[in-house]
T-cell receptor
Framework: NAGVTQTPKFQVLKTGQSMTLQCAQDMNHEYMSWYRQDPGMGLRLIHY???????DQGEVPNGYNVSRSTTEDFPLRLLSAAPSQTSVYFCASSSVRSGANVLTFGAGSRLTVL | AQTVTQSQPEMSVQEAETVTLSCTYDTSENNYYLFWYKQPPSRQMILVIR??????QNATENRFSVNFQKAAKSFSLKISDSQLGDTAMYFCAFMSQAGKSTFGDGTTLTVKP
């Protein structure tokens, strides 16, 4: 099925560990983004990309790295996990070219940092 | 930078009745997109309705409609004939022409039988 695939769905880390959240889309969308959702709050933009080789910071980029080597993939890296990064993470993609501009979301990844 | 404000953290409505969720935003852009997304307990983000800022006509999708007031920067969602399955968190979102999105903090809607 076409859409956005995020892995893993759940992850528990210890403070200081590193990990990568994977995100892949098969809709040829040029725009991809990562959000975090803390309890009772909306989604806050971490990083985004408007195409392969192009990334930029969102509202809350500190502690996270991204890269976009292909149109399909947009991994999010936590270099040294901290308890403040405990959250639910969403990857999303959209196509500005098509004019639809609707975000298609992955199912989310729940990350707990102890 | 754009901001999106949802002033109602929680709302409730009786089944079959109508409810309106409020959203205001701030931007200096002229062309943009506005959305309402629904997030049920499964936490999947589901598109409810979409509005292009250059269109004066309010968007409708079955029981869902919006009241888009561009000058006032207001974008409210009306749900008619509320159903138990409408119980969820609703997020108002702004998207710039470049595709960058900003979300409000959400309104938790409970539909009571």
């Amino acid at each position: 099925n076409a859409g956005v695939t995020q892995t893993p769905k759940f992850q528990v880390l210890k403070t200081g560990q590193s990990m990568t959240l994977q995100c892949a889309q098969d809709m040829n969308h040029e725009y991809m983004s990562w959000y975090r959702q803390d309890p009772g709050m909306g989604l806050r933009l971490i990083h985004y990309s408007v195409g392969a080789g192009i990334t930029d910071q969102g509202e809350v980029p500190n502690g996270y790295n991204v890269s976009r080597s292909t149109t399909e993939d947009f991994p999010l890296r936590l270099l040294s996990a901290a308890p403040s990064q405990t959250s639910v993470y969403f990857c999303a993609s959209s196509s500005v070219r098509s004019g639809a501009n609707v975000l298609t979301f992955g199912a989310g990844s729940r990350l707990t940092v102890l | 930078a754009q901001t999106v404000t949802q002033s109602q953290p929680e709302m409730s409505v009786q089944e079959a009745e109508t409810v309106t969720l409020s959203c205001t935003y701030d931007t200096s852009e002229n062309n943009y997109y506005l959305f309402w997304y629904k997030q049920p307990p499964s936490r999947q983000m589901i598109l409810v309705i979409r509005q292009e800022a250059y269109k004066q006509q309010n968007a409708t999708e079955n029981r869902f409609s919006v009241n888009f007031q561009k000058a006032a920067k207001s974008f409210s969602l009306k749900i008619s004939d509320s159903q138990l399955g409408d119980t969820a968190m609703y997020f108002c979102a702004f998207m710039s022409q470049a595709g960058k999105s900003t979300f409000g903090d959400g309104t938790t809607l409970t539909v009571k039988p």
